[in-house]
């Protein structure tokens, strides 16, 4: 198993930036995949962006592409979205997840994924 927790969220003026961060603990990070979504009020879960077990393979959503770069440390246990020139649309709860996998293959569907954080809020003004 293993607990994740995020943190980095915050209000923002449209046009910044912020920089999420989900820590893990109580496995071995490196075997999961790692994905963030988000979920706006009244709106389901979304996927936002995912890095395979390794970091070499990333995949973004289509809203978010060229504005947010997901990474990863295997030896800190984090993973780190870095989101820039947000908007208004970009406001939801952001959401950390896991997936047990050694494959190149992202996941980008929420039932796909196995363990998720508490989620952190994020609110960009117009």
């Known amino acids: 198993q293993v607990q994740l927790v995020e943190s980095g969220g915050g209000l923002v003026q449209a046009g910044g930036s912020l920089r999420l961060s989900c820590a893990a603990s109580g496995s071995t990070f490196s075997n999961y995949a790692m994905g963030w979504f988000r979920q706006a009020p009244g709106k389901e879960r979304g996927f936002v962006a995912a890095i395979s077990w390794g970091g070499g393979s990333t995949a973004y959503g289509d809203s978010v592409k060229g504005r947010f770069t997901i990474s990863r440390d295997n030896v800190k246990n984090t993973v780190t979205l870095q989101m820039n020139s947000l908007n208004p649309e970009d406001t939801a709860v952001y959401y950390c997840?896991?997936?047990?996998?050694?494959?190149?293959?992202?996941?980008?569907?929420?039932?796909?994924?196995?363990?998720w954080g508490q989620g952190t809020q994020v609110t960009v003004s117009s």
């Open positions: 997840a896991a997936r047990r996998t050694l494959s190149r293959l992202l996941p980008r569907e929420a039932r796909e994924y196995d363990y």
